[in-house]
């Protein structure tokens, strides 16, 4: 009971990788669907709009699920994974329009054109941002870091959704609910944004919830004499977005050093075919089917491994040399850079948004094996360690403001 009131609240996210879950948002979403038919006051109409503001967070999340789980879409979810923040805002907002539409019909509507701030104009150029964000991040080719100004990209196109989102949709439920009065509106409309980000906002806990509920508070206090959602995304991203990208390239200069980037590739097993990543998690690209004469020696070179092991490529045969030139583009890196490949990921499951520290240790112990075998036989290198990894379907939330654009 305390779990699902956390859910209800906005307090924690559903656990979308669990099939119990999954039926709990189709009942819940049934049961949405059910009242909207049924004839209730307006007030009541109102309430349950608001309240279906986490039920269309955790729709987002059995979304994103169904589409990475699927054998049609894995190949095109698993590139977007990077973005997975950026993704889940955009399906959170939309999904709850169409939830409020459902509940309101064309009331829907003219709520949102008599909210007192205005928002529908931002909708279309924040969704052709997002188009471009996630076709950069899903058809861009190599292993170098992504450029600053297409992760900056992102991480606006984010907090604009979070802005379209609360300071949109959310207030222009508020605003007749509460009649119009301006306190109860900031006060409940920053809750609102600060609750989700106990469990995995950046920061999270008390801390994140007292940080994100001052930026809810001020961006409303922002767009309402105003009129505009444009101040509230001015602080929201252009401000503390734009600081959080600078500060995140300084922490990766940092981390980087005089590390060979192109050293390792990281192999990821999905369901339906083997999926490799550099060692930042910028790019993921598939390698080979499940059926590919490649994976069939991946696993044999991986059978009885401990928890990550490292596999040097000469050591994968002809198949990681023949085909057509023409072949799966992860397939390309690691005939170009001849990199190791570092088997990490259980069965199923994308890569956390941010590789741990011990990444940059095992490319120094894998760089180090190279020197040392070009004289020997390749060799296996066993590494264990306790690697944590996050279901492909669970997914997480950070304001607008984690720059590697995690999903919530």
Not at 188 to 197: C, N
Not at 270 to 292: F, K, N, P, Q, S
Not at 358 to 381: D, E, F, K, M, Y
Request: aromatic share 6%; net charge positive; glycine share 12%.
């Amino acid at each position: 009971m305390v779990s699902l009131i956390a859910v209800l609240i906005g307090l924690r996210a559903v656990r979308t990788d669990l099939s119990g879950t999954r039926r709990s948002v189709a009942l819940w979403s049934a049961l949405v669907g059910g009242l909207a038919l049924a004839p209730v006051p307006d007030g009541a109409r109102l309430v349950l709009a608001l309240a279906c503001l986490p039920l269309a967070r955790a729709q987002a999340g059995a979304l994103w699920w169904l589409l990475a789980n699927a054998r049609a879409m894995e190949g095109v979810a698993a590139p977007l994974a990077p973005d997975r923040e950026l993704v889940h805002k955009l399906l959170w907002a939309l999904l709850f329009a169409a939830d409020q539409a459902l509940v309101l019909g064309a009331g829907a509507i003219a709520a949102w054109r008599s909210t007192p701030i205005g928002f529908l104009v931002f909708v279309g150029p924040v969704l052709i941002l997002t188009t471009a964000c996630l076709a950069e991040r899903g058809l861009g080719s190599g292993l170098r870091p992504r450029a600053s100004g297409w992760t900056w990209l992102g991480v606006q196109a984010a907090a604009a959704w979070e802005e379209i989102l609360f300071r949109g949709l959310v207030c222009s439920l508020l605003w007749p609910l509460l009649s119009g009065d301006v306190a109860l509106v900031v006060i409940l409309g920053a809750t609102l944004f600060a609750l989700p980000h106990f469990e995995r906002g950046m920061p999270n806990g008390p801390r994140g919830v007292a940080v994100t509920f001052a930026l809810g508070a001020a961006s409303i206090l922002l767009g309402l004499p105003t009129g505009s959602l444009l101040p509230g995304f001015l602080l929201h991203g252009v401000l503390l977005g734009s600081y959080g990208v600078l500060r995140w390239r300084r922490q990766r200069a940092r981390a980087c050093g005089s590390l060979a980037r192109d050293a390792a590739l990281f192999l990821v097993r999905l369901r339906h075919g083997y999926y490799v990543t550099d060692w930042e998690g910028e790019r993921i690209r598939r390698l080979a089917g499940l059926d590919d004469p490649l994976a069939a020696r991946i696993r044999e070179r991986i059978a009885g491994a401990g928890d990550l092991v490292a596999v040097a490529h000469s050591e994968l045969g002809e198949p990681a040399y023949r085909g057509e030139e023409r072949g799966p583009s992860g397939l390309a890196w690691l005939r170009r850079w001849g990199a190791f490949l570092i088997v990490a990921m259980p069965e199923g499951v994308l890569p956390p948004q941010r590789f741990p520290s011990i990444s940059l240790r095992i490319i120094c112990l894998v760089q180090t094996h190279r020197a040392r075998a070009r004289n020997a036989p390749p060799v296996a290198v066993e590494i264990r360690h306790r690697q944590s990894v996050r279901p492909l379907g669970d997914v997480r939330e950070a304001g607008g403001q984690d720059v590697l654009g995690h999903l919530s």
